[in-house]
């Protein structure tokens, strides 16, 4: 039995399937929306209207899930969960009916939901969360009401700051309204105003340091500015892009073990830690983060895939195990690329290392190559020993795609002289002679060098 047909919950169902007959497994999926197995971070450009159709973010259909021998009863929701007898309520959500299901295996694939604050008027008509598919058409449906008007994006997360290009592309007015320093928390403050800085030169209005006290409300109950201690910024529509977390509410009930960050604690082979046939996956567990050694809430999509990839093999009598994650995200705003992985300055601190950071210009090819466009690279190693702890990337086409070669030395505990020596693809269309990348690892060897 699985809960949640998106990422993880599909890809178990579909590895367990390869792996077991309809006569001796039986596969039934729960799912409360209208949709499954599509791409939630397809969203954006589907709203921006790079991605022309909302099917074509579909992978597969519930009617093709069926022919497989998969049983997905979509607009189901699992509303209980009774570890003992081994059993879940599920409500219909179109009659309304409820009833128990006993399991042998239980999947638990729920995700995660938006972070949406609990202010006046963030109930109104017009304040959009980004999540699913329903989402986003509810927002489609709002920015064809009020065509090339006003937007404020509250939170300047992956999802915020990829909504406010989705937003510029449809001829609107852009405000992102934002408490921390600088967009995209989850990069150093230096490179955050690298961020911050092109989009601005995009005519977004970036309001930082400011959060939001309250939606304010027209008299037709529509949403019609965001207010915050500072300022009013007008709104015909008010988009969140504050963040998500777990969805982990069934599972808190059920007693089920959870981490610092709300997420559900799973063992090696994605099993719910002290529950042999209970499982989980995507973005609702936390996952080891193998640079720091800590758990951490990191909800993406090719974690969750491969979640499901191992709870399938697993349930389906094959073998399989996660080991972590080294924290490697991309995004982009219009023609800038960011990208990032392994560990922040802060993050480092936090678990006591002590580490040195270099911060590179170079570009994407050749300087002398047609288009070569400018590109930043922050490089972090560990003091003493050189180990590299982390690179975040900031520039134009063929920027964010370099943190590739950094995530798979970061996996390899590689140093950063050791990284100095990757032979890497080199021609000037696609690189200087020395890759950014190798440049910060260089200099990243000079620095810890003259701090031993």
Known sequence: MIVGADATGMSAASQARRLRAADDLEIVVFER???ASYSACGIPYWVGGDVADRDDLIARTPEEHRARAIDLRMRSEVVELDVADRRV???DLESGAREWHSYDQ???ATGAVPIRPDLPGIDA?????VQTLDDGQALIDTLERAEGGRAVVVGAGYIGVEMAEALINRGY???VVHRGGEPMSTLD????ALVAEAMRALGIEMVCE????????????RASAVITGCGRYPADVVVLGIGVRPETTLARAAGLPVGESGGLLTDLSMRVRGHENIWAGGDCVEVLDLVSGQERHIPLGTHANKHGQVIGSNIGGGYGTFPGVVGTAVSKVCALEVARTGLREQDAHAVGLQFVTVTIES?????YYPEAAPMTVKMLAERGTGRLLGVQIVGREGAAKRVDVAAVALTARMTVEQMTALDLGYAPPFSPVWDPVLIAARKAVAAVRARR
């Open 189 to 192: 403050p230096d490179m955050g």
């Open 89 to 91: 309520l599920v409500a």
């Open 210 to 221: 400011e959060e939001a006290e309250r939606i304010e409300v027209d008299d037709e109950g």
């Open 33 to 35: 929306g209208r949709f």
């Open 173 to 175: 007015r852009v405000t």
């Open 106 to 108: 239980l999947v638990l």
């Open 125 to 129: 008509d017009g304040v959009h969360g």
């Open 363 to 367: 570009t994407s090819r050749a300087g």
